[in-house]
Antibody, heavy 121, light 107 residues
């Protein structure tokens, strides 16, 4: 079964750090680009980070640039998001999502179940 | 950054009827537009990519159309399981932005 499972969420103080993990199974992880998407409570989806299949190309949303780092370990079929200098508005469910090339376009075809990050004092 | 605007914010439709959801891009995105469905407590699910192609396992009652800046998701005959929030996403240019969502509710 093709699956993504996030972990690492939790409660953290403003200014603190957290590392999220996303474990992939059921497909050749190293062949796929990956993304992190977050959703604040009761709000819509926000794309925040992208990494190419070998990790050579990375993009970030302005809202997290300079604070968050996306990286991957293809040998361990894992994607990560290192989050530093966390703020209250980073509170959200964080999803990892597989990026598939379909008809020359990107689409996020597989999503994890999400992990909740709560930033509060 | 391309801003995606969905309308309406909430759409009330009776089961069996047709639902039409709109998505507008602040600048042309060619046909690089995807639609996702999200139910409460669940992750989003890919419905449509490149404007009009259904993802694997998506029923034929879901269809997408449009180009440039104006896009539409149509659900031809609503089933109970279709009541959810729908998001459009442009993937023409980074950052790949989502619309704010349309909540499809039972009338």
């Amino acid at each position: 079964e093709v699956q993504l499972v996030e972990s690492g969420g939790g409660l953290v103080r403003p200014g603190g750090s957290l590392r999220l993990s996303c474990a992939a199974s059921g497909f050749s992880f190293s062949d796929y680009e990956m993304n992190w998407v977050r959703q604040a409570p009761g709000k819509g989806l926000e794309w925040i980070a992208y990494i190419s299949n070998r990790g050579l190309t990375i993009y970030y949303a302005d809202s997290v640039k300079g604070r968050f780092t996306i990286y991957r370990d293809n040998a361990k079929n894992s994607l990560f998001l290192q989050m530093n200098s966390l703020r209250a508005d980073d509170t959200a469910v964080y999803y990892c999502a597989r990026d598939i090339q379909l008809l020359g376009s990107d689409a996020f075809d597989i999503w994890g179940q999400g992990t909740l990050v709560t930033v509060t004092s | 950054e391309i801003v995606m605007t969905q309308s309406p914010a909430t759409l009330s439709v009776s089961p069996g009827e047709r639902a039409t959801l709109s998505c507008r891009a602040s600048q042309p995105v060619s046909n690089q537009l995807a639609w996702y469905q999200q139910k409460p407590g669940q992750a989003p699910r890919l419905l449509i990519y490149v404007t009009s192609t259904r993802a694997t396992g998506i029923p034929a009652r879901f269809s997408g159309s449009g180009s440039g800046t104006e896009f539409t998701l149509t659900i031809s005959s609503l089933q109970s399981e279709d009541f959810a929030v729908y998001y459009c996403q442009q993937n023409n240019d980074w950052p790949y932005s989502f619309g704010q969502g349309t909540k499809l509710e039972i009338k």
